[in-house]
């Protein structure tokens, strides 16, 4: 099974301007395609690190391209933590060439009926990004108050009827717990507001994103990647959501994930980032046809600006 096609990949390591013997990083391993090419350019000069925290991306790591690479370093991690990881591995703030953060889950992911991630498959409602710790799917839909499940149904799946799911989810577990993923896919399809397999989507996402608290996992590398980078240094994320796209977006303007903007002592307005997309790049139909998952990507790039000018 074909791990992970890259998405949006020769767009995002061509934004990232790899120049040979610089340092950079790949903060979602997954299958390798973008540290691949990321490698390539580097040309046997300069240094990669590559964040995976689940375990199946970090066995991708055993192919020689990889693991006889001296350029190569992967850190078992939630990239949450980048800036820490990196500076024990001696990388210091502000001497970080790229950054890239690729927000996808990927499709072995997916295609593993025993991560829970899709209602394709008969499996344990898990979800969990790294299956050693936190809690899961299952926890959440059995654990929650409504109003908790309303606010999740709501804000990260974008569900129409997420008060009514949500109520209709605590009446289901009084009877019996979620268990699997076939349990939560017969309850939506009860309460289906608008066509089935874009409602069961939203609420699996919905759930999956909850799970590994993905929203503020990206405001913590946002925040650590800004740290790290050096000045003319490029942030390239790639999105498949509106709140992370968002979030991506007011950053690289405001250098906050809220979009307020902050001013300077004299009143000058601060811009952490020169904008290198304008607007974000989307894939292409050809790409599109290829591998629909790419469908909803989005790719913004910033270069952050010398704040000593």
């Known amino acids: 099974m074909t791990y992970h096609e890259s998405v949006l990949l020769r767009e995002s390591i061509e934004y990232l301007g790899i120049i040979p013997g610089g340092i950079y990083v790949d903060a979602t391993f997954g299958g390798g395609g973008h540290s691949r090419l990321i490698l390539e350019k580097l040309g046997g000069k300069g240094r990669l690190f590559a964040f995976d925290q689940d375990e199946d991306a970090k066995r991708n790591t055993e192919q020689p391209e990889f693991s006889a690479n001296p350029c190569f370093t992967f850190i078992h991690a939630n990239f949450r933590h980048l800036k820490r990881h990196l500076r024990a591995e001696a990388v210091r703030p502000g001497t970080v060439n790229g950054i890239l953060a690729d927000l996808g889950v990927s499709s072995f992911q997916f295609d593993t009926p ?26 959440i839909l059995n654990g929650y108050e409504a109003d908790a499940l309303q606010r999740v149904f709501s804000e990260l799946g974008e569900v129409r009827n997420s008060k009514t799911l949500a109520q209709a989810v605590v009446r289901a577990r009084a009877q019996k717990p979620f268990r699997t993923t076939g349990d939560l896919a017969d309850l939506c399809n009860k309460n289906l507001m608008g066509e089935k397999m874009r409602y069961l989507s939203q609420v699996f996402q919905a759930l999956r994103m909850e799970v590994n608290d993905e929203l503020g996992a990206l405001e913590d590398i946002l925040k650590d990647a800004y740290e790290m980078l050096a000045p003319g240094g490029r942030l390239a994320v790639i999105t498949f959501h509106s709140l992370e796209d968002r979030m991506v977006k007011h950053f690289l303007k405001t250098g906050n994930v809220a979009g307020d903007q902050q001013k300077d002592f004299y009143g000058n307005i601060e811009r952490p980032f020169e904008l290198i997309t304008k607007k974000p790049i989307e894939p292409s139909e050809e790409e599109i046809s290829r591998n629909p998952r790419a469908r909803s990507s989005k790719l913004r790039v910033g270069e952050k600006r010398d704040s000593t000018n």
């Open 114 to 139: 025993e991560r829970g991630f899709s209602y394709r498959f008969e499996a344990e409602l898990d979800m969990r990004m790294n299956k050693q710790e936190g809690q899961t799917a299952a926890d």
